[in-house]
């Protein structure tokens, strides 16, 4: 089976752009969850996709959103961006069979620079 | 509100020896996973154990092995003789069974040296 892929790898954008980022998950996995990370922070939860619907939400103000397509795919979106936005976008898909998540595994990320 | 601490920021060991990395965390919760993650320094997180919290039995996969300890909210990996790839940052990781999130440690750096 193929991974989890992320599009695109490496992003520059200037304060105040908004920003589209993508994440496939492994064919049969229902479940997206989308962190944040950055040297100072770690790694931070940002929200969980299932079924199209959002699950479950990190601590992130509302600028960061997200949606799920039928196909599971996930795209999560960042308006107004700010230098403090500039991080490694990791995406992690999960089978969530039953409503229970199983095994998080991880795309290779987007890194998103603000300027 | 899960916590995870990963309590050595760097450790480094010879090649053919072993290491163990700690991480203890903190729940209230009964049903959940732990995970140790390897992230080389391409970046792509990669999946090295896993523990279900109600198998009392340790997880093993090939070098790599885990001595977890409930009561104490502990889960250390071990990894038996280490090679040169195994160099990168590992993150302990819980994970509620009932969310689709999971609390990460602040990673420890390993480094294998020859």
């Known amino acids: 089976k193929a991974g989890v892929t992320q599009t695109p790898r490496y992003l520059i954008k200037t304060r105040g752009q908004q920003v589209t980022l993508s994440c496939s998950p492994i064919?049969?996995?229902?479940?997206v969850s989308w962190y944040q990370q950055t040297p100072g922070q770690g790694l931070q939860f940002l929200f969980e996709?299932?079924?199209?619907?959002?699950?479950n939400k990190g601590n992130f103000p509302g600028r960061f959103s997200g949606r799920q397509f039928s196909n599971s795919r996930s795209e999560m979106n960042v308006s107004t961006l700010e230098l403090g936005d500039s991080a490694l976008y990791l995406c992690?898909?999960?089978?969530?069979?039953?409503?229970?998540?199983?095994?998080?595994?991880f795309g290779p990320g987007t890194r998103l620079t603000v300027l | 509100a899960q916590t995870v601490t990963q309590s050595q920021p760097e450790m480094s060991v010879q090649e053919a020896e072993t290491v163990t990395l700690s991480c203890t965390y903190d729940?209230?919760?009964?049903?959940?996973?732990l995970f140790w993650y390897k992230q080389p320094p391409s970046r792509q997180m990669i999946l090295v154990i896993r523990?279900?919290?109600?198998?009392?039995q340790n997880a093993t996969e090939n070098r790599f092995s885990v001595n977890f300890q409930k009561a104490a909210k502990s889960f250390s990996l071990k990894i038996s003789d280490s090679q040169l790839g195994d160099t990168a940052m590992y993150f302990c990781?819980?994970?509620?069974?009932?969310?689709?999130?999971?609390?990460f440690g602040d990673g420890t750096t390993l480094t294998v040296k020859p």
């Open positions: 992690a898909s999960s089978p969530r069979s039953g409503g229970i998540t199983d095994t998080q595994y």
């Open positions: 064919s049969g996995h229902r479940s």
């Open positions: 996709y299932f079924s199209e619907t959002q699950r």
């Open positions: 729940t209230s919760e009964n049903n959940y996973y």
């Open positions: 523990q279900e919290a109600y198998k009392q």
């Open positions: 990781a819980f994970h509620n069974t009932n969310a689709g999130k999971s609390t």
